[in-house]
């Protein structure tokens, strides 16, 4: 008797335990989306800074033409 009700406990603590990882989990997720996306456009707009400044090196100090990278 003493066996199958800490049995029931253990499970009962264990499937709480799963719902709160499941949920933590789910907020990590999302969390690390939100930092990406963020990232993701901050690396994009550094990007353009860099290719307009390769432009203008280009065509203003070296005057050759300038392409824009294929990627």
Same mark, same amino acid.
Request: net charge positive.
């Given at each position: 008797? @003493?066996?199958?009700? /800490? ?11 799963? @719902? @709160? ?5 789910k907020? %990590?997720?999302?969390?690390?989306k939100e ?6 456009? /901050? ?5 353009? @800074? =860099?290719?307009?400044? %390769? ?7 070296? %005057? =050759? ?5 294929? %990627?």
């Amino acid at each position: 008797m @003493k066996h199958t009700t /800490e049995l029931k406990r253990f499970t009962k603590q264990f499937k709480e335990l799963q @719902k @709160k990882f499941e949920r933590f989990e789910k907020s %990590d997720n999302t969390r690390l989306k939100e930092i990406w996306e963020m990232n993701e456009k /901050e690396a994009r707009a550094i990007v353009e @800074k =860099i290719m307009h400044a %390769d432009k203008v090196i280009h065509t203003q100090q070296l %005057d =050759i033409p300038w392409k824009p990278p294929a %990627d």
